[in-house]
């Protein structure tokens, strides 16, 4: 659907009379920016269904009565007719959406797509997904941060922080066993009343038409939400393929309702506030945030030159970065607020002079929504984790508790100053860290440990013996674990692993230890694995004893 421009119709036109079925009219068709000789095919109230004289019926459509004049009553290049339905809470001049051609919302035939493979549920952002880690081979949960999905699932990404990892496919995935995922019912639901749910037949803006660089007015189905925004599914049998995209609710109608929903043109719709409110914001210099960083917590659903805007930005953690984006943000919002009718100069963020001045005028609460968000990610993964039983050396000793909730604080100091600039403090779970704990410890204790085969490690016996050797092990493990007794140990064989330099010359010797201890640290008895390195000194002679591997440990029953 295009944008209908506010020009006055010539005096011999007739808009909007009460024609009839067979009547023949001329209609304005907002693509081809002219009016046609039509036909009426039928009637409902507030709306003609009409066919373009001499065209596919495929083209056949819905148009409400102000498109619709008598024949012969003017020109075909006559101006557009004006449209009296401005969104009264829109600060932009651009025209906005007449009610929709579709009153009947069952005469819409879209099928409810399959997002997860061999189930009827759907993805929303903040679910866990569980990753096996290639480098350690260990189950992580993860959280679900964006969603991009493609036009089959196994080409769905999943957006997740992790290890600078950017998205996941399908394949790379679990479902968590203990989550509870949102379901898709069979067949869409019919929003009612302009209020939105998961499943729900609703109808938005199609993003534009490519060939004619205009937006149009389509039905899609809400697979996923996200607060006020909400992620929606485009199928039509119009020849354009299936995907999907972020709606802000604004954006979002039920079928048949008068709500109003905004179609930019190419070019936008300046305000009468554009033009001073583009130079009074041409003031703010410094650490500009040319990424518009935070902006995606109010919108998700808006795109710069490079794409969508993303979730990520570099000030969660660098809080030089965040006072920049905070002084330049304090700054714009200064600057653009007396201008509250700005419009907009196109769709990308950097035209959206109107969205712009929505965010700035809640920036805070947006950048703490931010830092609220990554931060209970971080927790809550960190809690699941310990839950599930990954943090096995701490459920082995007995002040693993303690371990645990340093090992957190430590995670989450990157973000502590960062998060005080935006006025929010970390508030760590550790209760429920405690109740992961305890959880845990019990199924550790009887499912976890290893059985206690005596001196073999990889099945192979380590019957060697070297009392210096062992006893510098010893010596290095007792002293990370004071209190600890070895209870047995020995050496792989008899002889030292000698490396040699290219000339044939000793470089250094290594030899490895097998050893168990038990101590007031530890729940369980442990197996150590140590290898010693001595360095050659030369006449035959070695020392300077280190540890490459100082005591990887094996929990034993």
């Known amino acids: 659907m295009a944008c209908i421009v506010n020009s006055q119709p010539s005096d011999k036109q007739t808009l909007g009379s009460d024609f009839q079925v067979g009547n023949l009219v001329e209609v304005w068709d907002p693509i081809e920016k002219g009016w046609f000789p039509s036909s009426i095919l039928k009637k409902e109230p507030g709306r003609y269904y009409i066919h373009f004289t001499g065209y596919d019926a495929k083209w056949d459509t819905w148009v409400t009565p102000e498109r619709v004049r008598q024949a012969g009553s003017g020109k075909k290049n006559d101006p557009a007719p004006i449209v009296n339905n401005q969104n009264p809470e829109s600060n932009s001049n651009t025209t906005t959406a007449p009610a929709s051609g579709i009153a009947d919302a069952n005469e819409v035939n879209i099928d409810m797509p399959t997002l997860v493979p061999g189930k009827n549920i759907t993805i929303k952002i903040g679910d866990p997904f569980l990753y096996t880690d290639p480098a350690t081979k260990q189950l992580v949960k993860l959280f679900v941060t964006n969603l991009e999905y493609q036009d089959s699932p196994d080409k769905h990404k999943y957006y997740a922080t992790y290890n600078n990892?950017?998205?996941?496919?399908?394949?790379?995935?679990?479902?968590?066993?203990?989550?509870?995922?949102?379901?898709?019912?069979?067949?869409?639901?019919?929003?009612?009343?302009?209020?939105?749910?998961?499943?729900?037949?609703?109808?938005?803006?199609?993003?534009?038409?490519?060939?004619?660089d205009q937006y149009e007015i389509k039905p899609a189905i809400i697979v996923s939400a996200d607060g006020d925004n909400y992620y929606v599914y485009f199928n039509e049998k119009n020849n354009k393929s299936e995907h999907f995209e972020w709606r802000y609710v604004s954006d979002l109608r039920s079928i048949g309702s008068a709500k109003k929903i905004e179609l930019i043109p190419q070019y936008g719709s300046q305000g009468s506030d554009y033009a001073n409110a583009l130079s009074a914001m041409a003031n703010c210099s410094g650490n500009k945030s040319a990424g518009w960083d935070f902006l995606w917590y109010y919108r998700h659903d808006m795109y710069d030159y490079n794409g969508p805007l993303s979730t990520e930005s570099n000030a969660f953690s660098q809080i030089d970065l965040l006072k920049g984006a905070l002084s330049y943000y304090e700054c714009m919002s200064q600057a653009i607020s007396p201008f509250p009718n700005t419009g907009n100069s196109g769709r990308r963020i950097s035209n959206r002079l109107d969205v712009q001045y929505n965010f700035l005028k809640n920036y805070k609460t947006y950048i703490k929504k931010a830092f609220d968000t990554r931060i209970n990610i971080l927790t809550q993964n960190f809690v699941s984790d310990v839950r599930n039983g990954f943090y096995t050396t701490q459920l082995a000793r007995s002040d693993g508790k303690d371990m645990i909730k340093l090992i957190l604080t430590d995670q989450c100091k990157t973000y502590e100053q960062s998060y005080a600039l935006a006025s929010g403090k970390i508030e760590y779970p550790f209760k429920d860290l405690?109740?992961?704990?305890?959880?845990?410890?019990?199924?550790?204790?009887?499912?976890?440990?290893?059985?206690?085969?005596?001196?073999?490690?990889?099945?192979?016996?380590?019957?060697?013996?070297?009392?210096?050797?062992?006893?510098?092990?010893?010596?290095h493990f007792k002293q990370k674990y004071p209190g600890s007794q070895a209870l047995m140990s020995g050496c792989y064989d008899n002889e030292y692993l000698v490396v040699k330099n290219s000339l044939g010359v000793p470089d250094y010797r290594t030899k490895t230890v097998l050893a168990i201890f038990q101590g007031p640290l530890f729940r369980t008895k442990v197996e150590a694995l140590f290898t010693l390195r001595e360095e050659y000194l030369g006449n035959g002679k070695y020392g300077n004893p280190s540890f490459p591997r100082g005591g990887s440990m094996v929990y034993l029953k």
């Open 434 to 475: 405690e109740a992961a704990y305890d959880f845990a410890l019990p199924i550790f204790l009887k499912e976890k440990l290893e059985t206690n085969d005596g001196l073999v490690n990889n099945d192979h016996a380590y019957k060697g013996k070297d009392a210096r050797v062992e006893q510098l092990c010893i010596a």
């Open 165 to 212: 990892n950017g998205f996941y496919f399908w394949s790379d995935m679990l479902l968590d066993p203990s989550f509870n995922y949102s379901t898709l019912p069979e067949k869409a639901t019919i929003s009612i009343n302009d209020t939105y749910k998961i499943g729900d037949l609703i109808e938005t803006h199609w993003t534009w038409n490519e060939r004619f």
